[in-house]
């Protein structure tokens, strides 16, 4: 009979996957995952650079934070760096990207993928093509004016996308990034409840999902990272986590 802690993990697991399956309720999208995008990766593709991570081999997972920057986004990113860890961020333009242009630029110049979460944080799916390319747009032009380049990843609020978010995804060259684990951190400030659900969600090819906007969010990141590199795991930025393979526009991804 299993004990506590293995019912918990996988009733944790089960309830990551419900959720995400009621997030994509109504949608029919088909999905990629990390390992396929690697193995569908062409032949001739080039190798990966020198200290790259080979994800095929190693059990690499991705850290990722959504709806910043924000307040504790500048001691986020020193715990990133103590701890040799690249991330990626999926940025809000109004009221985040604007207001905090310097913390944007540090995160691209120490080597954090920098990408798109739309400007105001409006459920892509219940909106037309045109008022998505806005959300969208607006926000890759932002970013792009503070690092000199715009984004390549997104990340539809809610993991809610559609065909026309599709459309103008791929329109606007972004790939569609969802996720495999989640702390529910908007819903908590007790940093070791958010260390403890990440930790029970984590698996090879993961993608967590946090927000560095909540207050017990940026405690808890230390604690996560140490304990998923003791498990042997090794922290990479999602485009690292397909490579060899692309993150194609339009397309969706989720482990």
């Known amino acids: 009979m299993p004990g506590k802690r293995t019912k918990a993990k996988v009733t944790a697991a089960a309830l990551a996957v419900a959720a995400l399956a009621l997030t994509l309720g109504g949608c029919s999208m088909e999905t990629t995952s990390p ?49 040799k860890v690249h991330a990626t961020f999926f940025l809000l333009g109004k ?14 110049d120490e080597g954090h993928e920098v990408a798109n979460h739309t400007w105001s944080h409006r459920r892509l799916d219940e909106l037309g093509a045109d008022e998505i390319r806005e959300e969208l747009s607006r926000t890759q032009e932002a970013i792009a004016r503070i690092t000199g380049r715009r984004p390549t990843l997104m990340r539809p609020p809610q993991g809610r996308t559609s065909d026309d978010v599709t459309k ?73 986590l397909l490579a060899p393979g692309k993150a194609n526009p339009g397309e969706v991804y989720r482990p």
């Open 95 to 108: 009221n985040h990207v604007l207001k905090h242009p310097d913390v944007v630029r540090r995160m691209a």
């Open 168 to 240: 103008v995804s791929r329109e606007l060259g972004l790939a569609q990034i969802l996720w495999s684990a989640t702390a529910k951190d908007f819903s908590t400030t007790d940093s070791e409840l958010i260390k403890s659900r990440i930790l029970d969600q984590a698996g090879r090819d993961g993608i967590i999902l946090l927000h560095d906007i909540y207050d017990g969010t940026v405690p808890a990141v230390p604690g996560i990272i140490d304990e998923l590199k003791r498990r042997g795991y090794t922290f990479v930025t999602v485009p690292e």
């Open 35 to 83: 390992g396929a995008a690697r193995n569908h990766a062409a032949s001739d593709a080039k190798p990966l650079s020198a200290g790259g991570v080979d994800c095929g081999k190693a059990t690499c997972i991705a850290l990722t934070f959504d709806a910043g920057p924000g307040k504790d986004t500048a001691r986020l990113l020193d715990t990133l760096k103590e701890k």
